[in-house]
């Protein structure tokens, strides 16, 4: 939380993180498989889709697989601008947040390749939008309405949920956003199952893809041909 009497805007406070530490969030490699076993991505794997998709938890897990670090664009926009996302919300408005995460999201896929994990209005910014297809391989978690009611159940932290009923709401949001995030590289179904389930789904469908890049983009990032 920003000390009082330093309130400053949500973008504004994110614009001076990024110019003052560009190293946050320090990376972490697991060994759940061998170096050999694991598809090596010529670029950083970005997960886009609703609230409750299963975003953080699937993200987190694949990147395990694959021996990359892990990124959660909503926690570093909280990090940079000194306060919760709410709060940016509550104080700045919606604009602002968006602005900031647009910067956020820019500067991670300029780093090293990782897993990044998305907040759901990212993938609807156009420039964010392109920023992705430029520089990452976009992942869209596709679940069900009631799954994704039964997962945000009792969730108070998302501030688009706390203006009218959350079914609604979603009902609403799948409308606008399932188009746009059909325009992903990937698309998996995030079931009503085990993480694990659909961390493996990923899985298959990240090393199909990564198959199809160009030879020499697959030999950059170590990727047999």
Not at 116 to 141: E, K, N, Q, V
Not at 190 to 219: K, N, W, Y
Request: proline content about 4%; overall charge neutral.
């Amino acid at each position: 939380m920003a000390a009082e009497g330093q309130n400053i805007g949500g973008a504004e406070a994110i614009q001076r993180h990024e110019a003052g530490d560009h190293q946050s969030g320090r990376r972490t490699r697991a060994a759940s498989q061998s170096a050999g076993d694991r598809p090596a991505l010529p670029r950083t794997l970005v997960l886009v889709g609703l609230m409750g998709a299963g975003k953080t938890s699937v993200g987190r897990r694949i990147a395990q697989r694959l021996g990359l670090g892990f990124r959660d664009a909503d926690a570093e926009i909280e990090a940079a601008a000194g306060c919760t996302i709410a709060e940016i919300f509550a104080r700045h408005g919606e604009a602002a947040f968006r602005d900031g995460e647009r910067r956020v999201i820019q500067r991670l896929l300029e780093e090293p390749v990782h897993v990044l994990a998305t907040g759901g209005g990212a993938f609807m910014d156009p420039a964010t939008r392109a920023a992705i297809h430029d520089r990452g391989i976009s992942l869209w978690l596709r679940a069900e309405l009631d799954v994704l009611v039964r997962r945000v159940a009792r969730r108070t932290h998302r501030p688009l949920l706390n203006q009218g009923d959350p079914k609604e709401i979603l009902t609403n949001l799948m409308s606008l956003r399932y188009p746009v995030y059909a325009e992903a590289d990937i698309v998996v179904d995030s079931l009503d199952a085990p993480t694990e389930t659909t961390v493996d789904r990923c899985m298959s469908a990240i090393l199909a893809h990564v198959g199809q890049f160009p030879t020499e983009a697959r030999q950059a990032a170590g990727q047999p041909t």
